[in-house]
């Protein structure tokens, strides 16, 4: 079957929809030159307002003449000829089918479906549009089947309409809908904003031996509401009641994603606890408190991030050589000094070394993001002693000395502190006292 895309989203959808299963929009077909209906939908032929019957009731009524008798002869002839291929096409596809159908069971064929019927009983006024529509199938499928689809008008209500078939077309009883206020909030059935994939939602499925349409929306804060929330609703497809539990939370950014973090929905039913083990997880925007692991595809991302913070509180307690100059490393989120502290700083390579005013001397290396106590306290100056090799050389207060391999962590090399020069000048005049007797000698 060939492919039509929404003028308005860019969406998919199959031929002979006439709106779109995404986001609502009509669909003309005058603008791809189209103006075919689905063919596995013959429920409409018999409605006045099909092309179909238009045209018959216009061969019908033309009596010019033999001419127009003989076009409308053959006119029936074609159709009969086509009833008999589409019957025969429909008997082979329900032979290898378990699923009796006359209508694709696809989302954008039941939405077309639900469309028609709104139009057909002008429902269409209210200005709502079209959101869901799913087929369930009854105990004794292209019988008692039912069509269940939502629309909704934002801002202020959405309703859920029940389509049953009956002498062929299918039809929307006046009580077989429902009209849910939402309060003026921000109501959205947007999936994407839920982060549900739109094969998950909605969903028909099968509860306590009772069959259920499956949906949910989320309402984000407005006017005195404080708190966003996800709604899961069950509508029971025979009783029509609808059982809801509200996820009403925090937002809070969870392995980079904005989730609504909240308890599970309060109630003991086999429904209720249907959304809390099974269905949430069909929307990943929720996250109960207190879970060690929210949902089994973030277990394994949640279990890395785990090892990776262990691994960083693990690594300044590891035992460091002998001749290591290294005492402490941290992040540089983690405070190891106070920037005032500062009083000189010197840079070379992915190093930046900086002097404290206690003393202390500080390596930052840019590559690892880390930063390393190199020297304990007691230093009056810093310099780069080599600085495409990365040694730092640093003096004390006594003017020794020590030169640090900033790759390594490594003391290359120490040095006592000179001889002030009037001591050896002193020393070089007692020498040459003890070696003149000796010359007279």
């Known amino acids: 079957m060939s492919k039509i895309t929404c003028p308005n989203c860019g969406n998919i959808v199959p031929e002979?929809?006439?709106?779109?299963?995404?986001?609502?929009?009509?669909?003309?077909?005058?603008?791809?030159?189209?103006?075919?209906?689905n063919e596995f939908d013959d429920s409409w032929a018999?409605?006045?307002?099909?092309?179909?019957?238009?045209?018959?009731?216009?061969?019908?009524?033309?009596?010019?003449?033999?001419?127009?008798?003989?076009?409308?002869?053959?006119?029936?002839?074609?159709i009969g000829f086509c009833t008999l291929v589409y019957c025969t096409r429909c008997s082979k596809?329900?032979?290898?089918?378990?699923?009796?159908?006359?209508?694709?069971?696809?989302?954008?064929?039941?939405?077309?479906?639900?469309q028609r019927a709104l139009n057909d009983y002008n429902y269409v006024g209210d200005g709502a549009r079209i959101v869901y529509a799913a087929r369930v199938t009854g105990s004794?499928?292209?019988?008692?089947?039912?069509?269940?689809?939502?629309?909704?008008?934002?801002?202020?209500?959405?309703k859920i309409y029940k389509l049953t078939k009956k002498e062929g077309k299918w039809i929307i009883d006046p009580e077989n809908y429902k009209t849910i206020s939402t309060a003026g909030y921000d109501v959205t059935f947007d999936q994407d904003k839920m982060m549900a994939g739109r094969d998950i939602i909605p969903q028909v499925v099968e509860v306590g031996g009772k069959k259920y349409f499956f949906y949910a929306f989320m309402q984000t804060p407005s006017g005195d509401q404080s708190k966003?929330?996800?709604?899961?609703?069950?509508?029971?497809?025979?009783?029509?009641?609808?059982?809801?539990?509200?996820?009403?939370?925090?937002?809070?950014?969870?392995?980079s994603e904005r989730v609504i973090v909240c308890n599970p929905a309060p109630g003991s039913s086999e429904v209720v606890k249907w959304m809390n083990e099974t269905a949430r997880n069909f929307i990943?925007?929720?996250?109960?408190?207190?879970?060690?692991?929210?949902?089994?595809?973030?277990?394994?991302?949640e279990e890395e991030q785990k090892q990776e913070e262990?691994?960083?509180?693990?690594?300044?307690?590891?035992?460091?050589?002998?001749?290591?100059?290294?005492?402490?490393?941290?992040?540089?989120?983690?405070?190891?000094?106070?920037?005032?502290?500062?009083?000189?700083?010197?840079?070379?390579?992915?190093?930046?070394?900086?002097?404290?005013?206690?003393?202390?001397?500080?390596?930052?290396?840019?590559?690892?993001?880390?930063?390393?106590?190199?020297?304990?306290?007691?230093?009056?100056?810093?310099?780069?002693?080599?600085?495409?090799?990365?040694?730092?050389?640093?003096?004390?207060?006594?003017?020794?000395?020590?030169r640090v391999n900033l790759n390594t962590g490594q003391i290359v090399n120490t040095e006592a502190a000179p001889q002030p020069k009037e001591e050896k000048k002193e020393e070089k005049k007692e020498e040459t006292k003890k070696e003149e007797p000796k010359k007279e000698g």
């Open 228 to 255: 966003p929330q996800v709604v899961l609703n069950m509508y029971d497809v025979e009783t029509r009641a609808i059982t809801t539990a509200n996820y009403e939370g925090e937002f809070q950014n969870i392995n």
């Open 310 to 402: 262990e691994q960083k509180t693990e690594e300044p307690k590891q035992e460091q050589p002998e001749n290591s100059a290294v005492t402490e490393v941290k992040d540089k989120d983690d405070a190891m000094f106070n920037i005032n502290d500062v009083t000189k700083t010197v840079q070379a390579g992915n190093f930046k070394v900086m002097l404290l005013k206690d003393g202390s001397v500080v390596s930052y290396n840019r590559a690892t993001g880390q930063n390393s106590k190199i020297h304990s306290g007691g230093a009056k100056d810093i310099g780069f002693y080599d600085t495409a090799n990365g040694i730092i050389s640093i003096r004390n207060n006594d003017d020794t000395r020590k």
């Open 284 to 301: 990943r925007i929720i996250r109960f408190k207190g879970e060690e692991q929210p949902a089994e595809e973030e277990q394994k991302q």
């Open 46 to 78: 018999t409605a006045p307002t099909s092309k179909l019957s238009q045209r018959q009731n216009r061969n019908t009524s033309d009596s010019k003449g033999k001419r127009y008798t003989l076009y409308a002869l053959i006119a029936l002839a074609a």
């Open 93 to 114: 596809s329900t032979k290898n089918n378990t699923t009796l159908s006359t209508i694709d069971e696809s989302a954008a064929a039941c939405a077309d479906t639900l």
């Open 16 to 37: 002979g929809s006439s709106f779109c299963n995404r986001c609502g929009s009509k669909i003309k077909y005058e603008d791809f030159g189209n103006n075919s209906h």
């Open 140 to 158: 004794q499928p292209g019988v008692n089947d039912v069509i269940v689809g939502i629309t909704q008008k934002t801002g202020e209500f959405y």
